[in-house]
């Protein structure tokens, strides 16, 4: 009787073993000869910065899904860690500006302070909740001035939710996620076996098959771009994968979290030699790439001179349409802006949080052909020109 | 006393700068207009040269003002009665006993009144940005301007730019300002126009030379003028609540079908305020109404006012995008002309959307997208 004891529980892991281990096998839904349109890669990205946040709640499902339809290249997301390991989209270590969590009483007592990047914080931190308790909370519009009336509709969502959505789309779609806080993650939250958030970052995007360096053929056809503010986090994961990688540079009196390097001394000449071995581009805060005074843009600064000399890609963010954050020189024009920073300063790829009017912009003054559609246009154009001299 | 009629007398010549030989750009009459609201003064203080100069440059159909009086007589461009909004009337000492207190349009209204000050006076101050979320940069550097000066301005342009004049507060003026020989603010009105040769009624060719739009929300100075000048015209409504200041007629009698189809006679269109033309709730614009529906079936044309760029100004619909907000009111409602205090973003909006053009630079670009065209064929 005792080998009974010892073969029923035997045969239940294995049969547990089987239910949790099948392999992924492609959904229906995502079969690999669906004619999906190419990623654009004749003028600078639109990346939709938290998806359309300036419309929804950010790094909601819905404000993704608005991204992708109104045109985005890639799809933004900030990567955190719960307390139990799970990987998430949140942007802010904490989670008082962005969620309802004041209105839920049975978490009253996580209130901490921590210290994050040399600054004491003080609220709710998502690495004090398990997934299945952020999953309680509800996302609302950061900004006050901006549409309030999904707050309370939708949930965090996690990075495999947020791969699931660009991998759902009807068109190639890319990701742009970032190690986000890595020094404050890791010291918060443990994984077994040794690993690290990183590892588990990149564990993530193998799983969906995210591979290829830049422009290749398996990066074409789910492209992504790794973000970090952290030099060493992106230098950790250069082994691991050749997925492209960008180097976010704070703003000026900010020193990284990680090496505790200056503003100046990344920005070198020796610094960007350096680091060009490893990331495809840099991702400035705008503010520093254009100086600014009395609200108005003054003469650039030469980092996106340098950058492109090592032919490292330029990404500066964040681009809004409010007038409160566009300077004078735009006439509180947003379109006067994108113009600015994609013909004169020259960058490759802009972070907005209207992806829907960057699209716009573009499509008016560097479109996207479709070919048949062209064709009848340009026949359309040829006649009204003629038509002109009919009557002169 | 001859001699002195003689000297203040002199007849207009056209001067040398001003003899175009009719090669001036004409207006564009395919899209609709693009009016610019107080100039470009979403850039620049309101109603200055400066403004009005910025708006031609970005391109506007036709720049407007609102006319006022100062004490001896003089027009003026100036939106408020008060100069406290837009001045810096505040800092001058020596006007200081000039406060008062009057009523405009039923309310109570405490302030400097640009009707207690001459031209002399009122030249001496300097205008400033209303908005303190708008370019602070240039307060201080103009004047006022007069309505002969504004028209200067559009005639000296290098192609050719429409006006826009409003009689503002034909009551109120007409109460405080006596003009000899018994004329009234609609008089002076429209002999400054004429003096400077604007006639002719819509789409004329006279008035294709000099066009011209007269507003006001005051139908019976509309009505008055009629018989002065063809220069077509258009009736302002205003916000629901509020009736009309020589006829106090409310918003639902003035834009009934009744009195769509007396006024007509008189006018080519209406200036409505564009919230009351579509229905808002929550920010977010709902059903449009039926006004311009019940308008262009009378062949009047729709006018709304005020289209501004700061996401304040947005309704919801638009995605903090005032681009998209001109695409609705353009292309769903179908509108004639807006007001803007952003003329080169609606121009912008306007030569991505439907452009003018020129011919020669259309031909290039033409070839060049062909050319485009067949080389992504060619790499297959």
């Not at chain 1, 909370?137 to 791969?163: A, H, V």
């Not at chain 1, 190690?179 to 990183?198: A, D, L, T």
């Not at chain 1, 992106?234 to 540079?249: A, E």
């Not at chain 2, 009005?52 to 100036?78: P, Q, W």
């Amino acid at each position: 009787m005792a080998s009974l004891s010892i073969v029923v529980p035997f045969i239940f892991l294995l049969l547990v073993n089987w239910c949790f281990a099948r392999p992924l096998y492609p959904l229906p839904s995502r079969r690999n000869d669906r004619n999906r349109r190419p990623l654009q890669t004749f003028r600078p990205y639109n990346v939709a910065h938290r998806g359309s946040n300036g419309e929804i709640p950010e790094e909601s499902a819905a404000s993704y899904m608005k991204a992708i339809e109104e045109g985005a290249d890639f799809i933004e997301a900030d990567i955190l860690a719960t307390k139990d390991g799970v990987l998430i989209c949140s942007h802010d270590v904490n989670l008082d500006d962005t969620t309802d969590i004041h209105d839920h009483k049975e978490f009253a007592d996580r209130k901490r302070t921590y210290e994050v990047q040399a600054v004491n914080i003080t609220g709710y931190f998502s690495v004090d909740f398990t997934l299945e308790e952020l999953k309680s909370l509800r996302l609302k519009q950061r900004y006050p001035f901006r549409d309030q009336q999904y707050n309370g509709m939708y949930s965090i969502i996690t990075f495999e939710e947020f791969i699931s959505i660009a991998l759902d789309a009807p068109r190639v779609v890319g990701i742009y996620p970032e190690i986000k806080n890595p020094v404050f993650i890791n010291q918060r939250v443990k994984w077994s076996g040794g690993k690290k958030y990183e590892d588990k970052f990149v564990e993530t995007l193998k799983k969906y098959g995210y591979r290829g360096s830049y422009m290749s053929k398996e990066w074409l056809k789910q492209p992504a771009f790794i973000q970090s503010f952290a030099p060493a986090s992106l230098i950790y994961i250069s082994k691991q994968t050749n997925i492209p990688k960008v180097f976010l540079i704070d703003d000026v009196n900010i020193p990284t979290q990680d090496t505790n390097q200056s503003y100046q001394e990344i920005t070198s000449d020796k610094y960007l030699d350096f680091i060009k071995e490893y990331v495809v581009g840099i991702g400035p805060w705008k503010d520093n790439l254009v100086p600014v005074s009395g609200n108005y843009l003054e003469t650039p600064s030469d980092l996106v001179a340098r950058a492109h000399v090592r032919n490292l890609q330029v990404h500066p963010y964040t681009f809004r349409n409010e007038n409160q954050f566009l300077h004078f020189n735009f006439s509180e024009d947003p379109y006067k802006e994108y113009d600015y920073w994609i013909n004169k300063v020259g960058v490759d790829g802009l972070f907005t949080d209207f992806a829907g009017s960057l699209h716009q912009f573009q499509e008016w003054t560097n479109p996207l052909s479709s070919g048949e559609e062209d064709a009848h246009k340009l026949l359309d154009r040829i006649a009204s020109m003629i038509s002109k001299f009919k009557h002169a | 006393m001859l001699f002195l009629v003689g000297c203040s007398s002199r007849s207009l010549y056209p001067l040398p700068n001003r003899r175009h030989n009719g090669n001036r750009q004409p207006l564009q009459t395919f899209r609709p207009y693009n009016i610019a609201h107080r100039g470009s003064n979403g850039e620049i203080p309101e109603e200055t040269t400066a403004a009005y100069k910025r708006a031609i440059e970005e391109g506007t159909d036709f720049i407007e003002t609102d006319i006022l009086a100062s004490k001896d007589g003089v027009l003026i461009s100036f939106h408020d009665v008060c100069l406290d909004d837009t001045t810096d009337i505040a800092e001058h000492e020596e006007f200081i006993n000039r406060k008062r207190t009057y009523e405009v349009q039923g309310s109570n209204v405490t302030g400097y009144f640009v009707v207690d000050f001459t031209l002399k006076e009122l030249k001496s101050l300097r205008v400033k940005q209303r908005y303190p979320f708008r370019d602070q940069q240039y307060n201080g550097k103009f004047s006022i301007i007069t309505f002969e000066e504004f028209i200067s301005i559009a005639l000296d342009a290098d192609r050719i730019v429409g006006i826009y004049p409003e009689m503002k507060n034909p009551v109120f003026i007409n109460q405080r300002v006596k003009w000899p020989g018994g004329k009234k603010f609609e008089d002076k009105f429209v002999e400054i126009l004429k003096k400077y040769r604007y006639r002719g009624s819509y789409m004329s060719k006279e008035w294709l030379k000099q066009p011209a739009f007269i507003q006001s929300f005051a139908p019976t100075s509309l009505l008055y003028i009629s018989n002065q000048t063809d220069l077509p015209k258009i009736l302002l409504i205003d916000d629901v609540n509020m009736p009309t200041q020589d006829t106090n007629q409310s918003y639902w009698e003035i834009t009934s079908d009744k009195y769509l189809d007396f006024i007509k006679e008189y006018i080519v269109g209406i200036g409505p305020w564009k919230d009351t033309l579509v229905t808002a709730s929550d920010n977010y614009l709902r059903k449009p109404t039926d006004l311009v529906a019940r308008a262009h079936a009378r062949n009047l044309q729709v006018h709304p006012y005020t289209f501004r760029n700061e996401n304040k100004f947005l309704h919801f619909n638009f995605s903090q995008d005032p681009y998209k907000e001109f695409d609705y009111w353009i292309n769903k409602i179908g509108v004639d002309g807006l007001f803007t205090d952003f003329t080169g973003s609606l121009h912008q909006f306007q030569e991505w959307t439907s452009p003018l053009s020129t011919g020669e630079e259309d031909a290039n670009k033409l070839l060049d997208k062909i050319v485009f065209m067949i080389s992504k064929f060619k790499t297959k």
